[in-house]
């Protein structure tokens, strides 16, 4: 059965003979279907009941829906794929609702009252630029994906033209920082030195041996000792050698009861001795080359703070 054939005039009960009685009928016509219900024809095509809406089937009527307040139920569908629009250019609803939107943005001049701009123009959207890069003034936020930044991948070794990565142990890696630094985290001031044996933090070291420093011995003038963690590394492209600390504080291989403040010697085989100040001489003032920073009464060879002069 068509739609029209459900309904007849209220006026005389006549029925309908075809869709044109729905579309050429006045503003204010009353149909009856043939449940009992009663529609009227209003000046948008539309035919109003509470319960229920039927459309008008001419184009330019059908834009419009006379339904403030109303709710649909089920599912709203067009009479054809992709040729159907709701609002227009010109006539566009103030807001719509809902959870999700599937479908192509064939505008986003606008987003949330934002226009769009390819340059860091503060309150836009940021929009991608000829050349599908994006610019920013600074990007807050987390990089779930940083292996290439500006067409340079990451590295945690000191690999040209690569970004720099920390490592596992939260280092990073450079052949050259240029820059200032303020601060060191370790106490003492290093030069690498080739050595004729591989010698233990601490060990007291002179100029001489078969390389250029060798363990200290009575005598000998000693420059430092083995650092264990130097603060500044200099000449530290020589190929080989240990670091020597020059200056600052480090510890010391010491032989004999030392007691803070005491000057130090070189001794036997890479150690130290106090030098008492009561019987200190001028000879043996010349080889001073640290200040103990600790006492001990222990006789035996030890480890103790002192500082290098």
């Given at each position: 059965m068509a739609l029209y054939e459900e309904f007849t005039f209220k006026s005389n009960g006549a029925a309908l003979t075809s869709m044109d009685d729905f579309i050429g009928a006045t503003t204010g016509t009353?149909?009856?279907?043939?449940?009992g219900e009663l529609y009227t024809k209003t000046a948008n095509g539309v035919f109003d009941k509470v319960t229920r809406k039927y459309f008008s089937q001419i184009e330019s009527d059908a834009k419009y829906v006379d339904a403030a307040g109303d709710t649909f139920t089920g599912t709203m569908m067009p009479n054809a794929n992709n040729t159907l629009m709701i609002g227009s250019d010109t006539v566009r609803f103030n807001t719509i609702f809902a959870t999700t939107f599937n479908g192509k943005a064939t505008d986003s001049a606008l987003l949330n009252g934002y226009g769009d701009s390819t340059s860091s123009t503060a309150n836009s959207i940021a929009r991608r630029d000829a050349s599908g890069n994006l610019t920013a003034g600074t990007f807050n936020g987390t990089s779930t994906n940083s292996s290439q930044l500006n067409g340079y991948t990451q590295s945690v070794y000191a690999t040209a033209n690569t970004i720099a990565l920390r490592d596992a142990y939260g280092n990073l890696n450079a052949v050259l920082f240029q820059g200032?630094?303020?601060?060191?985290?370790?106490a003492d001031l290093a030069e690498k030195y080739l050595t004729d044996s591989e010698y233990a933090v601490g060990t007291v070291v002179a100029v001489g041996g078969e390389q250029e420093v060798t363990a200290a011995q009575p005598g000998d003038l000693a420059i430092g000792v083995i650092s264990e963690n130097p603060a500044y590394m200099m000449n530290s492209a020589l190929e080989g050698g240990q670091y020597v600390a020059l200056k600052g504080r480090v510890p010391v291989w010491v032989v004999g009861e030392v007691n803070k403040g005491d000057r130090l010697i070189a001794t036997s085989n890479g150690t130290a001795r106090a030098l008492s100040k009561s019987a200190e001489s001028l000879l043996d003032a010349q080889y001073v080359f640290a200040v103990s920073l600790e006492s001990s009464?222990?006789?035996?060879?030890?480890?103790?703070?002192?500082v290098i002069l």
């Open positions: 009353q149909f009856e279907k043939n449940t200032t630094a303020t601060s060191a985290q370790f009464n222990n006789a035996s060879e030890k480890l103790i703070e002192a």
